[in-house]
T-cell receptor, first 117, second 111 residues
Framework: GAVVSQHPSWVICKSGTSVKIECRSL??????MFWYRQFPKQSLMLMAT?????????EQGVEKDKFLINHASLTLSTLTVTSAHPEDSSFYIC?????????????FGEGSRLTVL | QKEVEQNSGPLSVPEGAIASLNCTYS??????FFWYRQYSGKSPELIMS????GDKEDGRFTAQLNKASQYVSLLIRDSQPSDSATYLC???????????FGGGTRVLVKP
């Protein structure tokens, strides 16, 4: 399957600072990537759909000014958590589909665990 | 509101037994169905995908889809302790569309 890589795997930051998470498709070009958030013992919640060369599409209830998404190239999408607060502490996971073949399977990055102090 | 529902478990099975997981979904126009396995602290990994009614087998895993009854299931044969994880059901309502995930079923395989 497709390979999706995230960086960093772990990040600890102080409240009020901003954190950037990178998501890369390593062996294919992804015009669309998806950002999910997962709180402990809960399922994945879609935050936004990242579209290469255009604005991201945010899910209801997700603050677009707080979670900035940039998809400037066909292999890289970034999520920036601005002015982070402890309630933003979560597991953030990006995903993408292979552009050819398959029936819509999503392949996930390793995830980035954010802890805001 | 499109929904995907799973029993949260834990589903406890002895080693070597069959684990049976169920998932129901709310919309009849659903097209694609997926099972993911997620170990604690890790991201999900794809196990199976199924698109048409019936059974699909891959190794020790069998996915079963019944669109009329709006459910999809996953059987794990000869369960191993390494199968202990949370299993997520996911549904896509249009080709290439975003996936909606169920809450996951935690499976515990006891030696």
């Amino acid at each position: 399957g497709a390979v999706v890589s995230q960086h960093p795997s772990w990040v600890i930051c102080k409240s009020g600072t901003s954190v950037k998470i990178e998501c890369r498709s390593l062996d294919f070009q992804a015009t669309t990537m998806f950002w999910y958030r997962q709180f402990p013992k809960q399922s994945l919640m879609l935050m936004a759909t990242s579209n290469e060369g255009s604005k991201a599409t945010y899910e209801q209830g997700v603050e677009k000014d707080k979670f900035l998404i940039n998809h400037a190239s066909l292999t890289l999408s970034t999520l920036t958590v601005t002015s982070a607060h402890p309630e933003d502490s979560s597991f953030y996971i990006c995903s993408a589909r292979e552009p050819t073949g398959g029936h819509g399977e999503l392949f996930f990055g390793e995830g980035s665990r954010l802890t805001v102090l | 509101q499109k929904e995907v529902e799973q029993n949260s478990g834990p589903l406890s099975v002895p080693e070597g037994a069959i684990a049976s997981l169920n998932c129901t979904y709310s919309d009849r126009v659903s097209q694609s169905f997926f099972w993911y396995r997620q170990y604690s602290g890790k991201s999900p990994e794809l196990i199976m995908s199924i698109y048409s009614n019936g059974d699909k087998e891959d190794g020790r895993f069998t996915a079963q889809l019944n669109k009329a009854s709006q459910y999809v299931s996953l059987l794990i044969r000869d369960s191993q302790p390494s199968d202990s994880a949370t299993y997520l059901c996911a549904v896509s309502w249009a080709a290439g569309n975003k996936l909606t995930f169920g809450g996951g079923t935690r499976v515990l395989v006891k030696p």
